[in-house]
């Protein structure tokens, strides 16, 4: 092969994203038996206000520190004596009132960082503020699963890229954004010629990666591409890029797909400026699109066997800032959906306002706890291990 003829095949393979080879052996059949639990993992990139989410409109410190941001009394949507929704969370009040919705106040992390990559990171791989881990907590898991590299379990990103979250040390997960779109790539006459090379591929140790990586990935295409043809939804989705993503998740899942982790983000929570708009408008689009799954998920019998988690990389300060937004902070809360929750309503009480560290939040919950539940209790694997130390975990499913 030419040197230049390889540079462009690697281009191309490299826009399909890195695939794990254990999709290859599935080759478009369905193996699924809807058996075991799926996790959807919902991130709010940029730091979601937290306390303009869930307010706390009996707290005069929350008045007193957001003269102009907060919102009013008149307009919480009131869930008990303390604490409501912020109104553009209208579509998730019937939710929480049939017990589908769980909410944990104050989650963090012990030295809080307020960068969004470093703290996303610290999200990422469950590692201590002033540790540098290069693999994730999903990855970790996905290892755990992983016999010679054919993986029983695997998770799938909706998006052009893979988080750290789901890369491990020998499984990762697939990122994909649109089934079709991928379909079409792979499908592209050019790559397919360079995949019939493959007994070229003796011949240089680069080139026999790439026709591997290049038949993995059409592989892979084929079986995402069938299983998303077996079932369309019928539930109405947000006409948006994050309802879209939702629909794609729900009809794999429907259709017996052998994946049981994915994961999901909605962008733009860092509102340091003019935030309740912009944050109302993001959150009306997080609350109908999780919606539509929920609905979704309840009308295929899947939700018993789902568990969805919330999280954004921190919360934002106590006190607004002088451009009607707020700046970085620290703890946050935390949504878990689904039909099995221990603990349905509010997992603990609302955060202490009262007492601060430097006019931050003081967490109260490890979010690591949390994913040890997770791990331990729904995906049945040994925590310990994945997160490289013991932590309590929580009574949440």
């Known amino acids: 092969m030419k040197r230049r003829d390889f540079l462009k095949a690697s281009a191309l393979a490299s826009s399909t994203l890195m695939v794990p080879s254990f999709l290859k052996a599935y080759n478009g059949q369905n193996n699924g038996s809807r058996g075991g639990k799926n996790l959807v993992v919902v991130q709010l990139s940029g730091g979601n206000d937290g306390l303009n989410t869930i307010i706390p409109f009996q707290n005069d410190i ?33 939710l929480y009132d049939q017990g589908l ?3 944990v106040n104050s989650v963090g992390y012990p030295n ?7 703290s996303m990171d610290i999200w990422h791989t469950a590692s201590n503020s002033d540790e540098h881990w290069s693999n994730g907590w999903i990855g970790r898991y996905l290892d755990s699963q992983c016999s010679g590299c054919q993986l029983a379990h695997h998770a ?23 089934v079709n779109q991928l379909k079409k790539t792979t499908s592209n006459r050019f790559l ?7 007994g070229l591929a003796d011949d240089h140790h680069n080139v ?15 079986y995402l591409y069938q299983q998303s043809r077996l ?12 309802g879209r993503d939702l629909k794609q998740i729900a009809e794999l899942m429907t259709a017996d797909s052998d994946i049981k982790i994915y994961y999901v983000s909605l962008t733009g929570f860092d509102t340091h400026v003019n935030q309740k708009n912009q944050q109302a408008r993001l959150l009306q689009q997080y609350a109908e699109g999780m919606a539509a799954f929920v609905k979704d998920l309840q009308q295929n019998r899947l939700l018993d066997d789902t568990l969805i988690m919330t999280f954004s990389e921190f919360g934002r300060r106590v006190r607004q800032n002088a451009s009607g937004g707020t700046d970085h902070g620290t703890a946050n809360n ?11 309503g509010f997992f603990n009480e609302a955060p202490d306002l009262s007492r601060l560290d430097q006019g931050d939040l003081i967490y109260q919950v490890d979010f690591r706890d949390i994913y040890a539940s997770i791990i331990d209790r729904w995906l049945g694997e040994s925590s310990k291990e994945i997160l490289k130390r013991k932590f309590k975990g929580m009574p949440i499913v």
């Open 231 to 242: 079932h369309k939804s019928k539930v109405a989705y947000p006409a948006n890029a994050f």
């Open 192 to 198: 397919q010629a360079i995949g019939q090379q493959h």
């Open 62 to 94: 929350y008045y007193q520190s957001r003269p102009s941001l907060s919102i009013s009394k008149g307009e919480v949507l009131k869930i008990n004596g303390e604490m409501g929704f912020n109104p553009a969370l209208k579509a998730l009040q019937p």
């Open 101 to 103: 919705m769980s909410i």
């Open 334 to 344: 935390l949504f878990l959906m689904g039909g099995r929750l221990q603990k349905p």
């Open 112 to 118: 809080p960082d307020r960068s969004h990559f470093r």
């Open 208 to 222: 026999g990666y790439l026709y591997k990586t290049l038949i993995d990935t059409h592989a892979s295409a084929d």
């Open 156 to 178: 799938l990103e909706v998006d052009d890229g893979l988080s750290l979250a789901l890369k491990g040390e020998q499984g990762r997960g697939f990122a994909m954004s649109n």
